[in-house]
């Protein structure tokens, strides 16, 4: 089956380039799965070492994805290939959105479990996995643990990019880098550097950058996506529930709700975003699926 699935990948990376598709819109989400792997978790009330995702929650999870019916939905916290096998499988079969293209990579750290991920309707023109993107990080060089995955379509001739990113989470058993601050800006730096030289401004590209940035909007680790110096790089689309807010994690240890999953867009991705396009799935599956919630927007070209 592994073989199958990087046969699958494999055509989606390369089978389908220079296939363009057509449509005047392109919905694209972002979504933090939450552990959609094996690892040691609560479930209902009990301590569980080396638990799956519970089938409550993946049911929950395929009902939000069919809610949001994406053509491009960027995935964060998929364990290895075969859980990635095995979403694609039931999205395919028990209703979900249909997805003929997948792709999914690992990060810089050999060790890291959670990975990324991105399904699609629409051909992939091309791929790239980010995973050697470096940093000074105190004495060391270091990479982001989850990498950036970049993927190129082409709708109705246009050629626009999406970047699905992980930024580093507030865990951390370092008392010199509090929360992770220090490594999470720095992740974000060099990944803002990497699209700033390749795309530059200038050339006024569409492009995306999505994916859970576990920091707000007015951290330095978001910030470095929007400006540099006097520049506009992207803009953070507006995305609420249907009772106008627009939280996107619930830290259930703290009982607080906060806005760190983003889709930010270059100024000309902005100009083609669809006004009132913008979604956080809620309802009553949204809980149970994750700890985030969807967010979503549309795309006319």
Same mark, same amino acid.
């Given at each position: ?22 449509a ?28 799956p ?10 009902k ?33 959105p249909?997805?003929?293209?997948a ?54 001739? /246009? ?18 880098? +509090? ?13 803002r ?28 680790? /978001? ?42 867009a ?8 669809v ?11 949204? +809980? /149970? ?13």
């Open positions: 089956m592994r073989g199958f699935f990087r046969a699958i990948s494999f055509l989606a990376c390369l089978a389908f380039v220079g296939e363009g598709i057509a005047d819109k392109v919905r694209v989400a972002t979504y933090n799965l939450r552990n959609y792997l094996i690892c040691d978790r609560i479930v209902e009330g009990r301590w569980r070492p080396e638990y995702k519970p089938e409550k929650e993946k049911t929950a999870l395929r939000i994805i069919a809610k949001a019916d994406a053509d491009v939905l960027a995935i964060q916290e998929i364990g290895d290939e075969s859980f990635l096998r095995e979403l694609w499988h039931d999205l395919n079969t028990t209703g979900g249909k997805y003929r293209h792709v999914w990579m690992h990060g810089a750290d050999p060790e890291e479990e959670r990975h990324l991920a991105v399904f699609s309707r629409l051909p992939f023109v091309s791929v790239t996995r980010h995973s050697n993107l470096e940093f000074n990080y105190f004495d060391g060089r270091e990479a982001p643990d989850r990498g950036v995955l970049e993927v190129e379509f082409e709708t109705a001739g /246009v050629r626009w990019r999406l970047f699905n990113l992980h930024l580093k989470s507030k865990w951390t058993e370092r008392k010199d880098d +509090p929360e992770g601050t220090l490594r999470r800006e720095k992740e974000a730096r060099t990944i550097d990497y699209i700033r030289k390749t795309y530059v401004p200038e050339s006024k590209p569409n492009h995306l950058v999505v994916g859970d940035f576990n920091d707000h909007q007015s951290t330095p680790a /978001v910030r470095r996506f929007l400006t540099v110096n006097k520049t506009q790089l992207t803009t953070a689309m507006h995305c609420a529930d249907s009772r106008g807010h627009r939280w996107t994690h619930h830290y259930a240890r703290q009982d607080s709700y906060s806005r760190i999953d983003f889709i930010l270059t100024p000309a991705m902005s100009e083609r975003f006004p009132n396009s913008g979604i956080v799935q809620d309802g009553p599956h949204a +809980p /149970v699926a994750s700890d985030h919630r969807l967010v979503q927007a549309e795309f006319s070209f």
